[in-house]
């Protein structure tokens, strides 16, 4: 019986031991990077740290956050962010956002709130710190710009993981995204679609793709710029919205400038009226919709539906082209 109390004592005092220095060094990372972005010239300030949830949680709280970038002009500020991990899994991390809190850039002052709005996280424990994988999860979400226009999201989901038999140094990344029934206030769409062809209601937008960078994606770089996008394989994106419905799949690849190269097999439902569109927000100039019209309309009949549209959308030269014809820039997957 002595041997087993001693051996419970033993065990008490070593974890005990171990979960003091997980959170000594947990807080010293917090106190270290806030004070490293204040020596960059941020403002990066919280009112209160603490370090709690012994003896099988390291649970880092702040309070009155504000962080703020002033060579790009970001900010985020709100009253609470918490780091969540279990005392035994120190490399995987789930980090909670407050109910309300605000994103400020050079263009918008947003306010986001959120029954829930999470992420999880878990990074390599070889001391690079490369991410393995990563979700968000967002529900009944609503975003307001400081102009009142309202996004509104019951439903994100967004996770990365490194596909097995691929590069596992954190540069190929899988990538989903899911959002149903987004719901844009009147101000958004009137300001694209002055016609009314759109509902105020987005019903599904969906990306499934493989993405590979010029170099591993890593906590350390999470705080800085992302690397180069160098490639990018699309297995499906959907977009629903209305009447219009967009899917494409296809493999792409960074020019040495930076541009999308490669194709997209797109198919797209009431394609005209998604010209009509482009038209009307400068995407293609007015005068070369007739000859995009009619050489689209050609490619739809061919597969037997002139309300549905299949055709390759190519990148090359930094041009963009859908079939035959060329409809503008194509896009930058770095710079």
């Given at each position: 019986m002595r041997i087993l109390i001693a051996v419970i004592v033993v065990a008490v005092i070593g974890w005990s031991g171990y979960w003091w220095v997980n959170a000594s060094l947990r807080r010293g990372a917090v106190e270290d990077w806030f004070a490293a972005r204040a020596a960059e010239g941020w403002v990066a300030e919280y009112g209160d740290l603490r370090v709690t949830g012994f003896p099988n949680r390291v649970d880092t709280i702040l309070t009155d956050v504000e962080l703020a970038d002033p060579d790009s002009?970001?900010?985020?500020?709100?009253?609470?962010?918490?780091?969540?991990?279990?005392?035994?899994?120190?490399?995987?991390?789930?980090?909670?956002?407050?109910?309300?809190?605000?994103?400020?850039?050079?263009?918008?002052?947003?306010?986001?709130?959120?029954?829930?709005?999470?992420?999880?996280?878990?990074?390599?424990?070889?001391?690079?710190?490369?991410?393995?994988?990563?979700?968000?999860?967002?529900?009944?979400?609503?975003?307001?710009?400081?102009?009142?226009?309202?996004?509104?999201v019951p439903v994100l989901d967004v996770a990365t993981e490194q596909p097995e038999g691929l590069a596992d140094d954190g540069t190929v990344q899988r990538l989903g995204i899911n959002m149903t029934d987004l719901r844009l206030s009147d101000d958004l769409t009137d300001g694209f679609d002055r016609t009314g062809l759109l509902p105020d209601r987005v019903e599904e937008v969906r990306v499934d793709a493989t993405a590979t960078f010029g170099s591993p994606i890593s906590l350390r770089t999470l705080e800085q710029d992302l690397p180069p996008l160098t490639a990018l394989s699309i297995d499906d994106i959907t977009a629903i919205w209305g009447r219009l419905d967009l899917r494409a799949q296809g493999e792409l690849a960074a020019d040495a400038r930076g541009y999308a190269e490669g194709d997209l097999n797109v198919r797209a439902r009431n394609w005209e009226d998604m010209v009509a569109l482009a038209v009307e927000n400068g995407l293609i100039q007015e005068g070369a919709a007739r000859t995009v019209t009619f050489g689209l309309g050609l490619l739809a009949s061919a597969g037997g539906d002139r309300n549905t549209l299949n055709a390759p959308l190519s990148f090359e030269d930094g041009r963009t082209r859908l079939g035959p014809v060329a409809i503008g820039e194509a896009p930058r997957l770095s710079r």
């Open positions: 002009g970001w900010a985020w500020s709100g009253p609470r962010f918490e780091m969540l991990t279990l005392s035994y899994q120190p490399f995987e991390i789930i980090a909670v956002w407050p109910g309300q809190h605000v994103l400020s850039s050079p263009y918008d002052r947003i306010a986001v709130e959120g029954e829930t709005l999470r992420a999880s996280l878990a990074v390599s424990a070889n001391g690079a710190f490369e991410l393995e994988r990563s979700r968000i999860e967002g529900r009944d979400v609503l975003v307001e710009g400081q102009s009142g226009w309202v996004v509104e």
